[in-house]
Nanobody, 124 residues
Framework: QVQLVESGGGLVQAGGSLRLSCAASGRTFRTMGWFRQAPGKEREFVAA????????YYADSVKGRFTISRDIAKNTVYLQMNSLKPEDTAVYYC???????????????????WGQGTQVTVSS
């Protein structure tokens, strides 16, 4: 089991910034990342870290605006979100994956454990 505790969501105006945090405990994992789900839409990949390699990767929709980072000692991943847009409004979920295939995991079913989610609302 992996326990994930998220924090940092909130309400911000378009163009503003927010920082999300997710602390993991329990068993080890290969990848840790963020997904988001807006009302009426499917859960979509945002960004993740291949933990052992220290390799971050992003969805095209957030490249250049969001930055994922980590604190290995704290088993924590952060998502710095800048230049936020109304279309970034969603519940953001932290997740971990044991997937070891040839591609970086970006599909929700490739992730095993999920946090409770944190609401991010961007007003126009």
């Amino acid at each position: 089991q992996v326990q994930l505790v998220e924090s940092g969501g909130g309400l911000v105006q378009a163009g503003g910034s927010l920082r999300l945090s997710c602390a993991a405990s329990g068993r080890t994992f290969r990848t840790m990342g963020w997904f988001r789900q807006a009302p009426g839409k499917e859960r979509e990949f945002v960004a993740a870290f291949i933990w052992s390699a220290g390799s971050p990767y992003y969805a095209d929709s957030v490249k250049g605006r969001f930055t994922i980072s980590r604190d290995i000692a704290k088993n924590t991943v952060y998502l710095q979100m800048n230049s936020l847009k109304p279309e970034d409004t969603a519940v953001y979920y932290c997740a971990t994956s044991q997937y070891s295939g040839i591609h970086y995991p970006t599909r929700y079913y490739e992730y095993n454990y999920w946090g409770q989610g944190t609401q991010v609302t961007v007003s126009s």
